[in-house]
């Protein structure tokens, strides 16, 4: 029987649209967006039309995306290549992706200091808990908009508000928020936000980084002067005008998409006999992690990819470790080795969210039982 693929927050598949959108621009349209021939002036403005679809999705200016070739890069681009000046301080949340932990502890080589900010044992940074760590001193504040591990919602809106009061800057990493949150930056007037691609129904080797005027960001690579002298390379052209397709789409189908990740969790959760959800004061629709106290929870994902169910222990980056995921250390949760998270999409049918449950119930009575 074909697997039960429950992984959706570690990557989707390709929507046939951005899929048609791109393929043109592998072969037929295949020019360099950098040659100043009416060949290459095709390829260019194929670039700068998905350029526009990118920014409408989040209300931005066009001039303010910068295309990357992935979530992490985008992170990168954001705090490694930020005008930090005379402050010497950055806040970053302490349930961050490791794209951006790792970021911090370059900063940290760098003679800076990194504050985490912990969140509430629901999952949340609290305005009150910005406010213990800020100070006049702070540059830059990270708090992700979409908690990869509980899908717990952020609120980024009033975090930026309070850093912008401190004269800080506030960077989102939004890799998990497109296809459920209003991202519109003129509402939550954040100054960085970065999203990939793959997140969102679109191929993978893709992202982007918002950035508004006033933040003057350092090249991070460097050679032409491809994406506003920011990120030199020639541009992935149909990764690109693949994204620019899905997002319109994520943003124009976002309600129901809510609606059907919203309905297929609910079967699964109804179905579920054994485990504990992980509470989350605040969770976006078709992300959890459940902890099955007493079995580990790689062995489980394991014994459960081998049955026909396929979740993850943690970020996808990191689900070939045996550590517990950090964001479920920082809210306190019991016995966090045990979790393990199961994330729904737009292909997950309500069969398959029972049958997948079904399989759990009987693979961790099995593994109680075997010890
Ligand atoms: N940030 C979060 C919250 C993620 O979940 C991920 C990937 O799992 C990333 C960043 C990295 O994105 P990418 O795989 O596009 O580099």
Excluded at 47 to 73: D, H, L
Aim: net charge positive; aromatic share 6%; charged share 20%.
């Amino acid at each position: 029987m074909k697997p039960i693929y429950l992984d959706y927050a570690a990557t989707t598949p390709v929507d046939k649209s951005a899929l048609s959108a791109a393929r043109p621009y592998m072969n037929s349209v295949f020019f360099n967006p950098s040659s100043m021939h009416s060949l290459g002036r095709k390829a260019y403005a194929a670039v700068e039309k998905a350029r526009q679809k990118v920014a409408r999705a989040i209300n931005a200016a066009p001039e303010n995306i910068i295309f990357t070739s992935c979530g992490t890069e985008a992170i990168q681009q954001a705090m490694l290549c930020f005008p930090y000046g005379e402050k010497k301080k950055v806040i970053v949340s302490a349930i961050e992706h490791d794209s951006v932990t790792s970021c911090a502890n370059a900063i940290i080589k760098r003679g800076m200091t990194v504050e985490k900010v912990m969140p509430t044992p629901g999952g949340i940074i609290t305005a009150e808990a910005l406010k213990r760590v800020i100070d006049q001193n702070t540059a830059l504040v990270c708090v992700m908009t979409v908690n990869n591990q509980t899908g717990a919602v952020q609120p980024i809106k009033e975090l930026a508000e309070i850093s912008h009061s401190y004269g800080a800057a506030f960077f989102t990493d939004a890799v998990q928020a497109v296809c459920t949150q209003n991202l519109d930056v003129t509402q939550t007037n954040v100054d960085m936000l970065a999203a990939s691609a793959h997140k969102f129904y679109s191929l993978k080797g893709c992202g982007f980084l918002y950035r508004k005027n006033a933040v003057k960001l350092d090249p991070l690579m460097l050679g032409g002067r491809q994406e506003y002298g920011l990120r030199a390379g020639t541009e992935n052209v149909p990764s690109i005008v693949a994204m620019g397709e899905a997002i319109e789409r994520a943003v124009q189908f976002r309600r129901e998409y809510i609606e059907h990740v919203s309905a297929v969790e609910k079967a699964f959760f109804g179905a579920l006999t054994v485990g504990e959800k992980v509470f989350v004061e605040n969770g976006t629709d078709g992300i959890s992690s459940v902890v099955f106290d007493g079995v580990n929870g790689g062995r489980l994902a394991i014994a459960l990819s081998m049955s026909g169910v396929c979740c993850s222990v943690g970020s996808a980056c990191s689900s070939g470790s045996a550590t517990p995921p950090p964001t479920l250390v920082a809210m306190g949760v019991k016995s966090p080795e045990c979790a393990v998270r199961f994330s729904f999409g737009k292909s997950t049918t309500t069969d398959e969210a029972v049958r997948a449950a079904h399989i759990v119930n009987l693979t961790v009575d099995k593994l109680k039982k075997n010890g």
